[in-house]
């Protein structure tokens, strides 16, 4: 029966103090890994509660101020570092993507014709209401009114 069991392993001193060692720098780098894990942990929680606060102080500043287009960077054109629009917006949109140059034409076209529609309606709009005008003037009856109304409308 002793026959078939494997003999006991024996290792030389060397190899079991070269092996302890291996174990040794092991235990310690899992210990220095885990301090640093915790470490980043934590700053990580102190960066993140600290953005909060500046997000919660920069908010406080912007609640009652205008919405300012621009930049304050420096730039060779702008050397105060003050770039802003300034003007009038007639119609704002907010993308969660970039947009392409087709589409951005696509929009400055669309916002041409419907200005183009919109003037051109007025325009009608002016002229109706002074022939309208007109039409009270010269015949003051209800009748034609009414079926200048009609004709109008």
């Known amino acids: 029966e002793n026959e078939h069991q494997p003999p006991p392993s024996v290792i030389s001193k060397k190899d079991a103090q070269s092996q302890a060692t291996r174990e040794y720098h092991q235990t310690q780098f899992e210990n220095k890994r885990h ?3 915790l470490k980043y942990k934590s700053l990580q929680t102190e960066i993140r509660a600290t953005h ?6 920069y908010l406080s500043l912007q609640e009652n101020a205008p ?7 420096r730039t ?8 802003y629009f300034e003007g009038q917006l007639c119609h704002a949109a907010v993308y ?6 087709d589409v951005i034409h696509r929009h400055h076209s669309l916002a041409a014709l419907r ?9 009608l709009s002016r002229e109706v209401d002074e022939a309208f005008r007109r039409a009270l ?16 409308c």
């Open 35 to 37: 301090l640093l894990s």
């Open 52 to 57: 909060e606060k500046q997000d919660l102080y």
């Open 67 to 73: 919405l300012s287009i621009g930049s304050t960077v």
């Open 76 to 83: 060779p054109n702008f050397s105060s570092g003050h770039d």
């Open 96 to 101: 969660t993507h970039c947009l392409s140059g």
């Open 115 to 123: 200005k183009c529609i919109s003037s051109t309606q007025e325009t």
């Open 137 to 152: 003037r010269v015949f003051p009856h209800q009748r034609v009114i009414k079926e200048y109304i009609s004709h109008v």
